[in-house]
Every structure is written in structure tokens, then in C-alpha cells.
């Protein structure tokens, strides 16, 4: 097993060490999905982000266990789906079983259910996360209204909120929201979102010996957002955490601020 890339970490409430680059597995399954998330491991990455409805975090489990690795060494995200609001307890129950571990290091609401089940999931997860099987809970797709109202419910806003993030979805005031109110902000689709062929990321890219996608992932560290990219490529896996030996100046990030996805 490769040694941890030394990977920048954001600090959840309660001293949880998020780093900020993982592995997103959407889509990876069965054989597949045990291969690339093995792939990712030893390619260094310790984050992995998985979700009931991506049905396989026995897969992912799977791989942890073969990697040989402590548990406490990887981040280990899972999300509930709307199908299980109001079986919050039973869900992360299987998500633990499937994933072969006794806790997971984030659990998020997978998108937020409508009405006032929105406060009724949140105080569920404060309910788990009380019990110790889940270390930080936090959100997916929420608006900040929408963790507003969970503070004014309950006085504990999510620890994070998992959002779609690229540079042509980069939105300054959004993520100046989510700082004031100190929620880690994490990115996904950090790719598809972005138009790898596009000359201002190429032109970075090449002036650094890097690739867009490269370029484009660095570009999430500088902003301070945690991104997690999937590919079922080793070679790729291996190339989106193989950013840190390189920085963007505030010019350059600047310039990739808003670039169109086409
Ligand atoms: N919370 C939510 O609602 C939500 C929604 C969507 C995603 N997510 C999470 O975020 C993760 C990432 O988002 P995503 O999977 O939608 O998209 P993504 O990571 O932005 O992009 C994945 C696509 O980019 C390709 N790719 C990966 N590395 C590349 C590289 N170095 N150069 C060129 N192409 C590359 C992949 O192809 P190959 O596989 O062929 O390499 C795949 O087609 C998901 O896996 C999931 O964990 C969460």
C-alpha cells in the first residue's frame, strides 16, 4: 500500500480532519468500484465519499478491508437518501454493515426533504451522531436557507455542505455564505462541470506541465474547497490527487473563476 499523499485537511466540528481531496464513487460498482476505490488507496487518497443510493458501499468496504489499512486512518463519508427519510436509524445501520466499520467519519443528508421533515431528518442526525456512529453530519444540495432554518431549529448548523462545484458554477458570494456560518464547503462534479479542452485551462495547464483537470482540481485547494473527483482510470485516479507539488498564483486562479463549461 502506497503512504498517504500529505493531502491539506479541513477541521470539522468535534477535531474531525477532513482532507481536502477524496475519491467520489458515484457510479463505480460491483467489480469495478472494488478496483478503483483499491486504486485510490494506493494511489494515496484517505477520504473516500460513498452513498447508499450509489449502491456500493459493500464494495467500498471491501476495498478498505484489502487495502490492510487502521480505519482511522481514511475518511469515510456515506449519505441517506429521501427514499429513508424517517429510517434514519435502520439506514446507517446497513450503511455500517455494507461498509464494515462502526462508525463513518461524515454522514450527510443526501438532498434535502421537503416540508418539515427537513428539521425532523436534522435532529435524527444529531440523534446518531450522539450516539458515536457517525463523527460529523452535515448536508448535500442544500441552499444556506436551508441550513439556516436547521441552526434556528436545533443551534447545530451541518458541519458541511456537499455541493455541486467547477469552475463555471464558481459563485463568490455562495461560498462567503457557507464561511460565515462555518460549513466546509465540498465540491463534486468538479470535472464534468468544467471544459477540459477550454485554452485558458489548457494554457495554465501546459505552463505548469500539468493537465486541465489538474488544473482545474488545484483550483478548488486554492479556493478552499474540498473536492472529491471520480475516475475508473488508475492512471487518472493516481493524476487528481497529484496536484500538491504545484500552486496557482491569485492571477491564475482568477482567470479560471467562471469559465464556461462549454
Ligand atoms: N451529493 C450529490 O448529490 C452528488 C452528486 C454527484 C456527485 N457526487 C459525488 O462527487 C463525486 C464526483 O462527481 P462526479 O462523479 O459527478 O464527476 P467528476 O468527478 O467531476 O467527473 C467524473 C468524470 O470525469 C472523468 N475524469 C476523471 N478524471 C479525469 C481526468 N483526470 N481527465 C479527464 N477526465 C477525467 C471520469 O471519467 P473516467 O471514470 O472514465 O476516468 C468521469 O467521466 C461523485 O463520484 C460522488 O462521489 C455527489
Excluded at 478498505?64 to 449519505?79: I, P, Q
Excluded at 421533515?117 to 444540495?141: H, M, P, T, Y
Excluded at 468544467?194 to 488544473?215: E, F
Aim: proline fraction near 6%; glycine fraction near 8%; charged fraction near 20%.
Amino acid at each position: 500500500m502506497t503512504e498517504a499523499v500529505a493531502v491539506p485537511v479541513t477541521t470539522l466540528p468535534g477535531g474531525v480532519e477532513m482532507p481536502m481531496i477524496g475519491f467520489g464513487t458515484w457510479q463505480l460498482r460491483g467489480r469495478a468500484g472494488r478496483a478503483a476505490v483499491t486504486s485510490a488507496l494506493a494511489a494515496g487518497y484517505r477520504h473516500i465519499d460513498t452513498a447508499t443510493m450509489y449502491g456500493n458501499e459493500s464494495e467500498v468496504g471491501h476495498a478498505l478491508a484489502d487495502s490492510g489499512l487502521d480505519r482511522g486512518a481514511v475518511f469515510l463519508t456515506t449519505k441517506l437518501p429521501s427514499s429513508r427519510v424517517e429510517r434514519e436509524r435502520a439506514t446507517i445501520a446497513a450503511s455500517l454493515r455494507a461498509l464494515g466499520t462502526d462508525y463513518v467519519d461524515l454522514w450527510l443528508v443526501h438532498w434535502p426533504p421537503a416540508g418539515r421533515k427537513l428539521c425532523q431528518v436534522w435532529r435524527e442526525f444529531l440523534a446518531v451522531r450522539d450516539e458515536g456512529r457517525v463523527r460529523a453530519i452535515g448536508v448535500s444540495n442544500y441552499s444556506l436557507a436551508q441550513i439556516d432554518r436547521l441552526t434556528e431549529a436545533t443551534g447545530v448548523t451541518p458541519a458541511v455542505n456537499q455541493i455541486p462545484w467547477s469552475p463555471a458554477r464558481h459563485d463568490p458570494a455562495l461560498l462567503a455564505g457557507h464561511r460565515e456560518r462555518g460549513v466546509a464547503l465540498e465540491g463534486y462534479s468538479p470535472l464534468k462541470g468544467a471544459n477540459l479542452k477550454d485554452p485558458v485551462l489548457t494554457g495554465i495547464a501546459t505552463a505548469h506541465d500539468v493537465t486541465p483537470a489538474q488544473v482545474v482540481l488545484r483550483w478548488h485547494l486554492e479556493h478552499g474547497i474540498t473536492v472529491i473527483p471520480k475516475s475508473s482510470h488508475p492512471d487518472r485516479i493516481a493524476a487528481n490527487i497529484d496536484v500538491l507539488r504545484f500552486t496557482l498564483t491569485p492571477d491564475e486562479v482568477a482567470r479560471i473563476d467562471g469559465r464556461p463549461r462549454r
